[in-house]
């Protein structure tokens, strides 16, 4: 079996992983009259805000906030032992670094204290990768993404396992349409490529790409001359080619990280006949075989969409002059893909959904 990468079609499960958390972190003076706890993450749009806690009575305290070229100003008059009070304040998108001082007078002594923090405002990280925008032997691909940017990852891995791809490339600070230029990989070995993004703030959103590409090797069969009946001592060559289809698709779940769904894996069948005949009757004749074998892989609920074409004389496997019987020329191709089959575009021939 060999991989085939196609730039257009590719399988792909899309990971987003986003966490957010609501932080509040005290702030405690040497004297401990009171403690302070700062709201430092906060989803976008949404305030931050100080609680204030008084550890003991107070009275004239005044909360000076300074960042980002806002500053607030509150006062508590009195607070008792034990009394809390929370204060909100907008702040912008990403990170920001604020300064707070605060004075106080407890009892006859007045105290102040001051620290520093950062609030971390965000909205959701969304990424989209194009895949008729990958190109791995050019070593490009475009991420679309409603949030900047830090880095992105990429490994690559061959049908034997061996990694072939190992890059870390610095992403531009913007939205949008993003273009990664990484190390080119030969598309003819490559089967499974792993992407992770990171935005500056250590969110990260992970995709993997699979290319699968298989002739599934079988014994083909023998229809009667001009039928395309498939008579019963034939159908088990059938059968162990659905055994074989089955087990490369557990593989590619496997490779892919998932065991639920197929992933846009197509099962082609290229019916082909020797050159007996006229070439027009040879399409049809190998369109009409073609169609029966898929017509009975369906019936065996495979989790691949199936198609069909007939190529007639045109793909011969050994070449021959014209009216010559050749065996091995009346044959049929099964291609199980989740990019295009290769060699097989041909004017007028059209692969058939069943």
Known sequence: MSPNVSPCKHAFSNIIILTISLVMIPFMTLANPWSVEAKQEVPLGQKSRLTFHAQTSLKNVKISLKGNSKSYEWTIKKARKGQKKSFSFAVPEGRSDWATNIIGVAGN?????????????????????????????????????????????????????????QDLVELPAKKGRITVDFEPVPEERIRRVEIKVTDPYGRWTAFRLVAWYVNIPHDDVVFETGRWDIEPDQSKKLDAVVVKIKEEIATFRKELGRSDVGFGLNLYIAGCTDTVGSAADNITLSRHRAKAIAQYFKAKTLDARIYYEGYGESLLAVPTADNVAEEKNRRALYILTNTQPTGLSMPGRTWRPL
């Open 109 to 165: 002594e007045t105290i102040t204290s001051s620290f520093e923090f950062d609030v971390l405002s965000l909205g959701d990280l969304k990424v989209s990768l194009p895949t008729d925008a990958v190109r791995l032997g050019a070593g490009k691909l475009v991420l679309v993404t409603n949030r900047t940017l830090a880095q992105a990852e990429l490994n690559g891995f061959d049908h034997d396992g061996a990694q072939i791809l």
